[in-house]
C-alpha cells in the first residue's frame, strides 16, 4: 500500500495529499484508502472527513491529552488505535474492520511537528507531545537513549518508504534543551507521571 502525508486538518477533516508523483501510483493509492471513486492527478490533494463512525477521537487533541500514548501496542499508557475504534483491539489493528481509520490516524499523527515518534514505552511505537519533550530531556540521563529516538517517515522520490532514525539529542528543539534545564527531575517525573518510573534506570528509580 502506498503512503499519504497530511498537510492540514482542521477539526476532524483531513486535507491530503499523496507522496508520489507517478498517476498510476497516485491512483492506486488514493482507490484504496478513499474507495474506488478517487482518482487523483500527480501532486493534487483530496480533502477527507474523518466520520464519527470511523473515529471516535480526535488524533492530535487525544496525544496532546494524555501526552504519552502508544500507537498499538499494550503497556501503562492509553492507547491510539483502540481509542479510534472505542473497543479493545485483539491482535495487530490491521487486521481490524476499522483499519483504515486506525491508518489515518496514525499517519495524522506521525506527520504532525508537535508529536515525538519513538520507542519510549517498552520498545513499541510510542507518541510523546511536545509539552512533555522537556521532562524527558531532563530525564534522559535516565533513560535508554534508544528509546528516545526520534522516527521519522521519509518517502522516496522512487516511490519507497524508510524510516530515519534521528538519535537523541539530535532531534530537540533549542527551546525544549532551555525548558529542560529550567525544571527539577522531581517535577519531570510528576509532569510524566508514575508509569515513567518502569523505564528509568535501576538507581535512579530507586532514588524516586
Known amino acids: 500500500m502506498n503512503w499519504l502525508r497530511v498537510l492540514g486538518r482542521g477539526g476532524k477533516r483531513l486535507r491530503m495529499r499523496l507522496a508520489y508523483q507517478k498517476a498510476g501510483t497516485n491512483a492506486i493509492a488514493a482507490q484504496q484508502l478513499f474507495g474506488s471513486g478517487v482518482n487523483l492527478r500527480p501532486g493534487q490533494t483530496v480533502e477527507y472527513t474523518i466520520?464519527?463512525?470511523e473515529c471516535s477521537v480526535d488524533p492530535i487533541r487525544f496525544v496532546e491529552r494524555h501526552g504519552v500514548?502508544?500507537?498499538?501496542g499494550r503497556g501503562p499508557r492509553p492507547n491510539l488505535a483502540e481509542a479510534?475504534?472505542?473497543?479493545?483491539?485483539?491482535?495487530?489493528?490491521?487486521?481490524?474492520?476499522?483499519?483504515?481509520a486506525i491508518f489515518r490516524a496514525t499517519r495524522t499523527v506521525r506527520d504532525c511537528d508537535e508529536i515525538l515518534?519513538?520507542?519510549?514505552?517498552?520498545?513499541?511505537?510510542?507518541?510523546?507531545?511536545?509539552?512533555?519533550?522537556?521532562?524527558?530531556?531532563?530525564?534522559?540521563?535516565?533513560?535508554?537513549k534508544k528509546t528516545i529516538a526520534a522516527l521519522e517517515e521519509e518517502h522516496t522520490p522512487s516511490g519507497?518508504?524508510?524510516?530515519?532514525?534521528?538519535?537523541?539529542?539530535?532531534?530537540?528543539?533549542?527551546?525544549?534543551?532551555?525548558?529542560?534545564?529550567?525544571?527539577?527531575?522531581?517535577?519531570?517525573?510528576?509532569?510524566?507521571?508514575?508509569?515513567?518510573?518502569?523505564?528509568?534506570r535501576k538507581a535512579h528509580r530507586s532514588a524516586s
Open 117 to 144: 515518534v519513538c520507542r519510549l514505552v517498552g520498545g513499541k511505537i510510542t507518541y510523546v507531545h511536545r509539552r512533555l519533550w522537556p521532562a524527558i530531556v531532563r530525564l534522559a540521563n535516565s533513560l535508554d
Open 160 to 200: 519507497a518508504h524508510r524510516v530515519r532514525t534521528i538519535p537523541f539529542p539530535r532531534w530537540v528543539p533549542s527551546d525544549v534543551r532551555r525548558a529542560a534545564e529550567n525544571i527539577s527531575e522531581e517535577e519531570a517525573l510528576l509532569q510524566l507521571g508514575d508509569w515513567i518510573k518502569l523505564y528509568l
Open 51 to 53: 466520520t464519527n463512525s
Open 69 to 72: 500514548v502508544l500507537e498499538g
Open 84 to 100: 479510534v475504534v472505542g473497543e479493545r483491539v485483539h491482535g495487530s489493528w490491521w487486521g481490524h474492520k476499522k483499519g483504515h
